[in-house]
C-alpha cells in the first residue's frame, strides 16, 4: 500500500511536470522575430485571411502584404494617380482592344523574367470559376469570361510576343489595372496554388524573408527585393508586418515605440491620439465612404413617397454633430456618393443640398409622404454589432427621432455574416448600414457595383435605366473631362433618387514612432512603405 | 489503481464524442454564411461561392459534416484554416504558448495564495488578516479587463518594467505581464480556501497531539497543518486551470498573447468550424487530464483516500 501510494505520487508529478514542460519547451525559439535588423520598419496588420495568391487576396490584411510583393502593369501614386508599372505602353485606337507592352527588365524575385504569359496565365487562371478565386468577378470586363462556366483561356486575351499582349475589354479596363487581382504570377505558382500562397515569390519592392516568413496570427517578414528593377525605390531595408489581435494593442506598442507605423487609430483613443502623438499623428481624407442603404422594395420607400422620406431622412441628420462628438472629428461630411482622394469626386453636384442638415425640411417632406400614405410603427435602422458602429447608429435613429417625431431604433446583428445574409435576401426592413471601399480609385468604381441594375453589390436593388445609360457611356468615353461629366449626370439622379443616402468619408487615421520618417498614406489609406525611412 | 486510471480515461471517449458533437452543432447553428462573409461588402459570383462551400464541406448537410470532420480527426487531419494553415498546426503554436502562460499564472496566483493564506490563517482576527481580506475582496471583485489595462499602461508603458504587449514566439519574459494579472485575479478564491482550511486543520485533535508529542512548530505548520489544509486549493486549481484555458481570451487580446483565446475568438467571428471544434476538443482534453492529474494528488495529501 506504502508503494502504491508513492507510485501515485510519482504518476501524478510526472503527469503535472510534463504538462509544465510541453508548455514551456517551445519557448526559446520564437523570439528572434521582432525588430531585429535597423532599418526594417515595423508595421500593424491583421492575420491574412486567405493564402497570399493575388487574385485570392479580398480583404486589406492580406492586401498590405500583396501590394508590398507585386508590382502590376500599373500602380496609384500617393494622390491616386495611375503611373506605369511593369508596363510601358496600354493603348488602344478603339477603346475595346487594348495593346500592352512590357519592360523587358522585370523579373520575379526569384529570377524569372515577367513575361507576357505570366499576366495572361495569371489571370485566365483567377477568372477561371473552378478556381474560386475571391477576386474572380473583377475579369469581368474581359471579353469571353463567364461567371457560371470554367472557362479554360478566355478569347480576349491574345499573347503577341514575350512582353505584348492584347486585351478584348471594357473601356475603363486600364483604370482597373492597379488592383491586386491583375498582378503576374510566376510559372511555379501553377505547380500548386495553395503552398504558393503559403510562400508566395512577387515581382515587387519586397519579397518574403525567406521560407516560412510568415508567422501565422504572428508576423510576416518581408526584405527589400534586390532583383527589382522599375520606377519606385526603397527608402528602407523591409517591412515586418506584426498581427495583431486588436488595434488597441497596436497602439499601445506604437506608444511604447515597439511598433513603427500604426495605420489606423482604434476609436477608443479617437480623442487623445492627436494630443499623445503630436506631430506624428495623420488624419487626412480616405477612400472608405460610409452610408445608410435602403432597399426599392421596402415598404413606403418606393415611388413618389419614398423619394420623399429618403430625402427627408437624409436632411434630418445632422452629420458635423455625429462626426464631431463620435468620431472626434476624424470623419468628412459626404458631399457626393465618391471620396475626396478619387478621380471624379464632386462637392457642388446639383441636389447636394440633401446631404445638409435641415431639420424644418426634413419634417416638411416627411409629412408629405405621409399625406401618401402614413408611416407607423417603429424606423428600425441595422447594423452588425460586431464592428465599431452601434454607437453612430444610435445616435442616427435618435436623430431621426428628434428632429422628424417619429419612433427610431436600432437593430443589431450579432455578426456581420448574419447581417449581409439579410441584405442579400433583402429582408433586413428598414435603412441599414453600408461602407465602400473603392478597389482603384476612380468615380465608376463607387457606383457600378453599389447602383448599377443587378450589380453584385447592389444591395438596395436600385435599378434607374437613365443611370445605367449614364455609367455606359461613361465608361465607353476616351476623354476624361467628359466622362468625369456623365459620371456627375449620373451622380446627381443618385441625389435625387437616394438608393443610399452617403453620410461621410472614413478619414484616414495613424501614426508613427520616432525612430521612422517619411510617413504619408496613399489614397487606399494604406502608407507608402517604400518611402518610409528608418534609422 | 491502474484500472482506476484505465476507467478514467475511457471516460474520456464519450465526453469527447458529446462535446465535439455540441459544439459542431453550435457553429453550425450560427446565423450567416461564413463563405459569403469571406468577402465583406463585396460580393463575389455564386459559382465562386459554391465552390468554395464544396472546398469546406459547408455545402453538405450537418450530419455528413460532422462525419467527415470526426473521420479526419482519426487520421490526424483536423482540417485546414480559410488561410490555408493545417488546423493541426495552428493547434501546435497556439496551445503551448497559452498551456506556458496559464502554468505561469497558477504558480503565481498558487505561490500567492498558499503564503498568504496560511499566514493569514495562522494569524485570524489579527490586523494582517484582516487588510489580506479586504485586498483579497478588491481583487476578486475587479474585472480582469481592468487589471489588465491598468497593469499594462502602468507598469508596461509608464514604468516601462515589462514590455506591454507580447512579441512574436511569446517569450517568457513578455508573458510576465500578463501572467501576473492573470496571477493576481485568481489568488484570492484559492488564498481564502486555504486560509478557512488551515484555520480549520490548527483546531483538529491531530495538530494539538503533534504538538503534544513535542513537536517544533516548524514542523507541525508544513507537515501537518498545511499538507491537510491543501485539498481545498488543489482542487480549485484544477477549476483555474480551466478558467485559464478559455477565459484568458479576455487578457489574450489586450497583451497581443498569440495564444488560443486569440485564435479561437477570431475563428468564431468568422465561422470557421473545423478551428472553432478542434481547438474546443483539445481544451476539453486538456480539462479532463488535469483533472485526473489533481484527482491523483489528493491520494498524495491525504494517504486515506484510496482508487481502486
Redesign the interface.
Known amino acids: 500500500?506504502k508503494r502504491?501510494?508513492k507510485?501515485?505520487?510519482f504518476?501524478?508529478l510526472a503527469?503535472?511536470s510534463a504538462?509544465?514542460l510541453?508548455?514551456?519547451?517551445?519557448?526559446g525559439?520564437?523570439?528572434?522575430?521582432?525588430a531585429a535588423g535597423s532599418g526594417i520598419i515595423t508595421v500593424n496588420n491583421t492575420?491574412?485571411?486567405?493564402?497570399l495568391v493575388p487574385a485570392d487576396t479580398?480583404?486589406v490584411g492580406g492586401g498590405k502584404v500583396v501590394d508590398a510583393l507585386w508590382e502590376g502593369l500599373v500602380y496609384y501614386d500617393a494622390d491616386g494617380v495611375t503611373q506605369m508599372g511593369v508596363a510601358e505602353s496600354i493603348e488602344s485606337d478603339d477603346q475595346v482592344t487594348w495593346t500592352v507592352k512590357l519592360r523587358d527588365d522585370a523579373v520575379f524575385s526569384d529570377g524569372t523574367p515577367v513575361l507576357a504569359k505570366n499576366f495572361v496565365d495569371a489571370w485566365n487562371y483567377a477568372a477561371n470559376?473552378?478556381?474560386?478565386?475571391?477576386?474572380?468577378?473583377f475579369f469581368s470586363v474581359i471579353e469571353g469570361f463567364s461567371?457560371?462556366e470554367p472557362v479554360e483561356a478566355m478569347s480576349g486575351l491574345k499573347i503577341v510576343d514575350d512582353h505584348t499582349f492584347t486585351v478584348a475589354a471594357t473601356p475603363d479596363f486600364p483604370d482597373r489595372l492597379g488592383y491586386s487581382a491583375y498582378y503576374p504570377l510566376p510559372d511555379v505558382a501553377f505547380e500548386d496554388m495553395?503552398a504558393f500562397?503559403?510562400n508566395p515569390i512577387g515581382n515587387g519592392l519586397y519579397k518574403l524573408d525567406g521560407e516560412d516568413a510568415w508567422?501565422?496570427?504572428?508576423?510576416i517578414a518581408l526584405v527589400k527585393n534586390d532583383t527589382y528593377v522599375g520606377p519606385r525605390e526603397v527608402a528602407n531595408e523591409g517591412i515586418d508586418f506584426?498581427?495583431?489581435?486588436?488595434l488597441?494593442?497596436?497602439y499601445?506598442?506604437l506608444?511604447?515605440n515597439?511598433l513603427d507605423v500604426l495605420d489606423q487609430i482604434p476609436d477608443t483613443s479617437f480623442s487623445v491620439f492627436q494630443e499623445e502623438l503630436g506631430d506624428r499623428a495623420i488624419n487626412q481624407a480616405g477612400a472608405l465612404t460610409t452610408t445608410l442603404t435602403i432597399s426599392e422594395n421596402l415598404e413606403h420607400f418606393t415611388g413618389e413617397e419614398g423619394k420623399l422620406r429618403r430625402a427627408a431622412l437624409s436632411m434630418a441628420l445632422d452629420r458635423d454633430e455625429i462626426i464631431d462628438v463620435i468620431f472626434e472629428g476624424t470623419n468628412i461630411p459626404a458631399t457626393d456618393f465618391t471620396s475626396p482622394v478619387v478621380d471624379g469626386y464632386a462637392d457642388d453636384l446639383a441636389g447636394a443640398e440633401v446631404l445638409e442638415f435641415n431639420a424644418d425640411e426634413a419634417k416638411k417632406l416627411w409629412a408629405e409622404a405621409d399625406a401618401i400614405s402614413p408611416f407607423t410603427g417603429t424606423l428600425e435602422v441595422a447594423t452588425n454589432s460586431?464592428g465599431p458602429h452601434q454607437v453612430w447608429i444610435e445616435a442616427v435613429a435618435n436623430q431621426w427621432a428628434n428632429n422628424l417625431g417619429i419612433t427610431a431604433a436600432p437593430k443589431l446583428?450579432?455578426?456581420?455574416?448574419?447581417?449581409?445574409?439579410d441584405r442579400?435576401a433583402d429582408v433586413v426592413g428598414g435603412p441599414f448600414r453600408?461602407?465602400?471601399?473603392g478597389?482603384y480609385p476612380g468615380a465608376y468604381n463607387y457606383m457600378q457595383?453599389l447602383y448599377y441594375t443587378g450589380s453584385?453589390?447592389n444591395h438596395g436593388f436600385y435599378s434607374n435605366e437613365a443611370f445605367d445609360t449614364l455609367l455606359d457611356e461613361a465608361s465607353r468615353e476616351s476623354d476624361h473631362d467628359a466622362r468625369i461629366a456623365k459620371l456627375n449626370e449620373a451622380q446627381e439622379i443618385l441625389l435625387a433618387d437616394l438608393p443610399s443616402i452617403p453620410l461621410w468619408y472614413q478619414g484616414t487615421t495613424g501614426g508613427h514612432s520616432e525612430s521612422v520618417d517619411n510617413v504619408a498614406f496613399g489614397w487606399n489609406s494604406v502608407p507608402i512603405f517604400n518611402e518610409i525611412t528608418k534609422g | 489503481m491502474l484500472r482506476y486510471i484505465l476507467f478514467r480515461i475511457l471516460q474520456v471517449i464519450p465526453v469527447l464524442l458529446g462535446t465535439t458533437f455540441l459544439i459542431y452543432f453550435m457553429v453550425f447553428a450560427m446565423p450567416g454564411d461564413p463563405v459569403a462573409a469571406m468577402f465583406g461588402d463585396k460580393v463575389p459570383s455564386d459559382a465562386v461561392l459554391e465552390r468554395l462551400r464544396e472546398q469546406y464541406n459547408l455545402d453538405k448537410p450537418f450530419f455528413i459534416q460532422y462525419l467527415l470532420y470526426l473521420q479526419g480527426i482519426f487520421v490526424g487531419d483536423f482540417g485546414m484554416s480559410f488561410s490555408g494553415e493545417p488546423v493541426s498546426e495552428i493547434l501546435a503554436r497556439t496551445f503551448p504558448v497559452t498551456i506556458r502562460l496559464a502554468v505561469m499564472a497558477i504558480i503565481i496566483s498558487l505561490g500567492l495564495a498558499i503564503v498568504i493564506g496560511l499566514f493569514s490563517g495562522l494569524r485570524k482576527g489579527k490586523l494582517f488578516d484582516n487588510i489580506n481580506l479586504i485586498i483579497g475582496l478588491i481583487f476578486m471583485s475587479i474585472p480582469i479587463f481592468v487589471i489588465a489595462f491598468i497593469a499594462q499602461f502602468g507598469l508596461g508603458l509608464k514604468l516601462g518594467w515589462f514590455s506591454p504587449t507580447v512579441g512574436a514566439g511569446a517569450p517568457i519574459q513578455d508573458l510576465l505581464l500578463p501572467a501576473i494579472v492573470l496571477g493576481v485575479s485568481l489568488y484570492a478564491t484559492s488564498m481564502r480556501l486555504t486560509r478557512a482550511s488551515v484555520i480549520d486543520t490548527l483546531n483538529q485533535d491531530f495538530v494539538r497531539t503533534a504538538y503534544a508529542k513535542g513537536l517544533s512548530r516548524g514542523r507541525v505548520i508544513p507537515v501537518h497543518v498545511l499538507r491537510n489544509s491543501l485539498i481545498p486549493t488543489i482542487t480549485n486549481t484544477a477549476t483555474d486551470f480551466g478558467i485559464l484555458m478559455v477565459g484568458a481570451t479576455v487578457t489574450e487580446g489586450i497583451f497581443n498573447v498569440p495564444g488560443v483565446g486569440n485564435v479561437l475568438f477570431n475563428a468564431i467571428l468568422k465561422g470557421e468550424n473545423t478551428t472553432v471544434v478542434s481547438f474546443v476538443t483539445v481544451m476539453v482534453l486538456i480539462y479532463l487530464g488535469v483533472n485526473l492529474v489533481v484527482d491523483l494528488l489528493y491520494a498524495v495529501l491525504d494517504p486515506r483516500i484510496r482508487y481502486v
Open positions: 500500500m502504491s501510494k507510485a501515485l505520487g504518476i501524478a503527469a503535472a504538462l509544465v510541453s508548455g514551456c519547451s517551445s519557448s525559439e520564437g523570439s528572434g522575430g521582432g492575420e491574412p485571411q486567405k493564402g479580398t480583404e470559376v473552378d478556381n474560386a478565386m475571391g477576386n474572380q468577378y461567371e457560371t495553395e500562397g503559403q508567422k501565422h496570427n504572428e508576423s506584426k498581427i495583431y489581435a486588436s488597441d494593442a497596436a499601445t506598442d506608444l511604447a515597439n460586431d446583428y450579432p455578426t456581420f455574416q448574419a447581417f449581409l445574409d442579400e453600408a461602407g465602400w471601399q478597389d457595383p453584385s453589390s
